[in-house]
């Protein structure tokens, strides 16, 4: 039985969108002298920066790979309580702290990422 071509695309984003959700959950819980952290810093991208792009693919990518529109919608706004949460472990691991720019430059993320992922997700219906 041959799975159809929008299936296998859904598939594939939401596999991404599960694997990003690990990099976020487990950078954010790292040390600050982890070896990962460290080398994150040497890249001299701005926090907020990271915080924004990473937190906009977070949203995004379940707005355009769930088949329902408004589950993808939900789990993509969902992105902004996963942040929170990030943001509420930070004071309890070494070296780490709740910045009030990183909560921001997440909400900011999430907000631009499901509003973006709208105009994307009629396209691909198109095609």
């Given at each position: 039985m041959e799975v159809?071509?929008?299936l296998k695309v859904s598939a594939v984003i939401l596999f991404?969108?599960?694997?990003?959700?690990s990099?976020?959950?487990i950078g954010s819980l790292l040390p600050a002298t982890s070896s990962v952290m460290v080398a994150v810093g040497?890249?001299?991208i701005n926090?907020?920066?990271l915080h924004f792009c990473g937190y906009l693919a977070l949203s995004l990518l379940p707005v355009i790979g769930f088949r329902d529109r408004r589950r993808g919608i939900v789990?993509?706004?969902s992105m902004f309580v996963l942040?929170?949460?990030?943001?509420?472990a930070?004071?309890?691991?070494?070296?780490?702290?709740?910045?009030?720019?990183?909560?921001i430059a997440n909400g900011a993320g999430v907000s631009c990422g499901a509003l973006l992922g709208l105009p994307i997700r009629a396209c691909i219906a198109i095609l």
């Open positions: 159809s071509k929008p991404v969108w599960f694997v990003l959700i990099c976020v959950v040497r890249l001299h926090d907020k920066v789990a993509g706004l942040g929170i949460l990030m943001e509420a930070q004071p309890f691991l070494p070296g780490r702290a709740v910045e009030l720019g990183d909560v």
